[in-house]
């Protein structure tokens, strides 16, 4: 069974199922998919630079660095705006929605890249809240601000709490980084067919339990949550709303922006506005922000 968030293109049929439990709450999903809401200033360039922290867009943050927030600029995958992941260096963009624990979420998202500046690799980390960080590559050999190109790319993970915060954080230390558009997140709720051929083995409760053989995992489908899975998390799960603490979230963010890397950002923005202008001959040309010195797009 699936539920899909409100916004972006229906999913395709997905193989992979895990368990959400039998009494799971209708999923409202994550919001402003395709970044087309909030307080946006275009100077005349066709997009605009958000520093960190942000929430001009709404449902969603800068947490680090800069993003570019497209409009005119470049060709979107859907509706009017895009993300470039890469403002004046690399940024990260982040939301926190309600998520049922034990369930599956699979995260559809359209990729692509700035054609405009080196490299020609672009390289997107995906990560959401007690999840591994999924690693993604786009190469613009060939592209241009018509022809973006966008990809699909689908990135999953198994929710271990009652909300979960879903960040996109560019690797690309350059202000031409990947390209984001059309965020999908789709909810999957598991039956007890699922427990069969292993899959119970990948599967938890939703108090965070996991459960010991399949017989333990039918049996918690059966009692419609009675009777729980017999082995206990090995951390305690966070079950309350999203506007209390998430350990796991808190973690996540630390690793991604220690202190001494906020202190090296400052440091690399003045080697950087100085490298791209070397690099990129239409630095001084009718396309750039003007004579700040901040990237052309």
């Keep these: 069974m699936k ?30 998919g395709s970044f087309e ?10 997009f605009q630079q958000l520093d960190a922290p942000n929430a001009s867009i709404e449902g969603w943050t800068v947490d680090a660095g800069s993003v ?19 403002g004046a260096g690399a940024g990260t963009l982040s939301q926190t929605f309600d998520t049922t624990i034990g369930n599956t979420y699979d995260v559809e998202f359209q990729l692509s890249g700035n054609p405009d ?9 995906v990560s959401a809240t007690g999840a591994a960080v999924g690693l993604f590559t786009y190469d613009v050999t060939g592209n241009d601000r018509a022809n973006m190109n966008w990809t699909t790319e689908t990135y999953s993970f198994l929710a271990t ?14 202000p031409f980084g990947p390209a984001l558009d059309n965020v999908v997140v789709t909810e999957h709720v598991a039956e007890k067919d699922d427990c069969k051929d292993g ?10 339990n996991s459960f010991k053989n399949q017989g333990d995992c039918v049996s918690f489908f059966a009692t419609k949550g009675r009777n729980p899975g017999a082995i206990a998390p090995a951390a305690p799960v966070v079950t ?31 080697a950087k506005d100085t490298a791209k202008t070397k690099a990129d001959p239409k630095s001084q040309g009718s396309h750039g922000h003007g004579s700040n010195g901040k990237k052309p797009k």
């Design 68 to 86: 570019d927030w497209i409009s005119t600029y470049w060709t979107p995958q859907q509706g009017e705006m895009s993300i470039d992941m890469s």
């Design 37 to 46: 809401t909030g307080t946006f200033a275009d100077s005349g360039s066709g």
């Design 199 to 208: 899959g119970w083995e990948s599967m938890i409760d939703t108090a965070g």
């Design 117 to 125: 500046g080196p490299p020609s690799i672009k390289t997107l980390e």
């Design 240 to 270: 309350s709303d999203a506007s209390q603490s998430d350990t796991a979230t808190t973690q996540v963010k630390q690793s991604k922006k220690p202190a001494e890397v906020t202190a090296r950002q400052t440091e690399r923005k003045a």
């Design 161 to 174: 709490s009652a909300s979960t915060t879903l960040s996109f954080i560019s690797t690309t230390e350059t």
């Design 3 to 32: 539920r899909r968030s409100g916004l972006g293109i229906a999913l395709g049929l997905v193989a992979s199922i895990a368990l959400a439990g039998p009494t799971a709450a209708a999923f409202t999903g994550l919001v402003n």
